[in-house]
């Protein structure tokens, strides 16, 4: 079997008396689409937080890149070694159009690419996650959520990621909305770039991940294919809140 491509390690997060992640250790494979669930407060954005150190690194544990250790390197030298994240909120540039806030991730990556070529590198991320082309010169902080959105994860993927962290891309979109959004995840990992996903609704977690990693109290209480791991009673009883 091929070593994973990310590989996380007893990853820790201490803030004084309080374990936020408790010794969390999964490995995701190349192309996968990894579900993360869990209820509030179980340490699912505070994992992505310390596996990008966007904004504080973890307490212990390691995490490998293509078993490249990503300790030591900064939040900038991690997202160009690989690994890129989205945000709950949509993070855009309000003042920024829609093309320029691309712009500022493709110019971070690759600045000695001549302007024509970074402008059309961020046509092409756009492109990907389906945001029209009309929209491009519009003011990114005018936009509705769903696009406000799609920049971000556009954002993130200029960054030429190997892995993609994304934090609950579903968040306050309507039904036709989610499902735009679910071909946008299908996309990214047809582009080839594996993706670690956080998720509230349950539906989309379930359509899209190969594997389901569940959280509780910053401990992982399963992992596994989703199917088997939504079934199992401790999961039901701490997720779904119903007693086994």
Do not use: C, W
């Not at 669930?37 to 973890?58: D, H, R, W, Y």
């Not at 954002?155 to 994304?166: C, D, G, H, I, N």
């Not at 996903?197 to 594997?211: T, Y």
């Amino acid at each position: 079997m091929a070593d994973p491509l990310l590989s996380v390690r007893e990853i820790t997060k201490r803030f004084g008396g309080l374990t936020a992640v408790d010794h969390v250790s999964f490995d995701v494979e190349a192309g996968q689409i990894f579900g993360v669930a869990g209820p509030n407060g179980s340490g699912k954005s505070t994992l992505f937080n310390i596996i990008t150190k966007v904004p504080f690194a973890a307490t212990g544990g390691t995490v490998q890149l293509e078993g490249r250790p990503m300790q030591g390197l900064s939040p900038h030298g991690i997202a160009l070694a690989g690994i890129a994240r989205t945000f709950q909120r949509e993070n855009v540039f309000s003042n920024l159009s829609a093309i320029d806030n691309i712009l500022v991730a493709v110019e971070s990556r690759s600045p000695r690419l001549a302007f024509d070529q970074q402008v059309g590198d961020a046509e092409a991320m756009l492109d990907l996650v389906g945001f029209p082309a009309t929209m491009h010169n519009l003011s990114a902080g005018a936009l509705p959520v769903f696009y406000r959105k799609q920049l971000m994860i556009a954002s993130a993927l200029a960054l030429k990621p190997r892995v993609l962290l994304m934090d609950e891309p579903a968040s306050s979109l309507t039904g036709p909305e989610i499902d735009r959004m679910k071909q946008i995840i299908l996309s990214v990992r047809g582009a080839g770039v594996t993706i670690v996903l956080i998720e509230h609704v349950l539906a989309l977690l379930m359509d899209v991940s190969d594997r389901l990693m569940v959280l509780d109290q910053g401990r992982m209480i399963a992992n596994g294919i989703p199917q088997e791991v939504i079934a199992d009673p401790v999961v039901t009883e701490a997720y779904l809140g119903v007693q086994a």
